[in-house]
């Protein structure tokens, strides 16, 4: 059974940072894709960021390119996203998500994810 859970939201002022952390378990970072989907008040889920742990490949949404930073230890079998200066446009609630497929994660469909981490950013 996958199990992603999410830690390190919060509430930050525009231009500040956070880290959030997802503690994956019952797949292979070998097989899987991992990454991390957003969705804001009346907007859909969207992808935001995910990598493949097989070839080291990675993907980020425009809004979120040189911004957002995302790293996996496969020791802890946690993925982590970096986020800096931070947007008020960035303020949603963010999921773990992991699936075989990038394509999936991206289109902010994948087949499993976790329960959410609220990430608020003020102006």
């Known amino acids: 059974e996958v199990q992603l859970v999410e830690s390190g939201g919060g509430l930050v002022q525009a231009g500040g940072s956070l880290r959030l952390s997802c503690a994956a378990s019952?797949?292979?970072?070998?097989?899987?894709?991992i990454g991390w989907l957003r969705q804001a008040p009346g907007k859909e889920r969207e992808g935001v960021s995910c990598i493949s742990s097989s070839d080291g490949s990675t993907y980020y949404a425009d809004s979120v390119k040189g911004r957002f930073t995302i790293s996996v230890d496969r020791a802890k079998n946690t993925v982590y996203l970096q986020m800096n200066s931070l947007k008020p446009e960035d303020t949603a609630v963010y999921y773990c998500?992991?699936?075989?497929?990038?394509?999936?994660?991206?289109?902010?469909?994948?087949?499993?994810w976790g329960q959410g981490s609220r990430v608020t950013v003020s102006s």
């Open positions: 998500a992991a699936d075989r497929w990038m394509s999936s994660v991206v289109a902010g469909q994948p087949d499993d």
């Open positions: 019952g797949f292979s970072f070998d097989v899987y894709i």
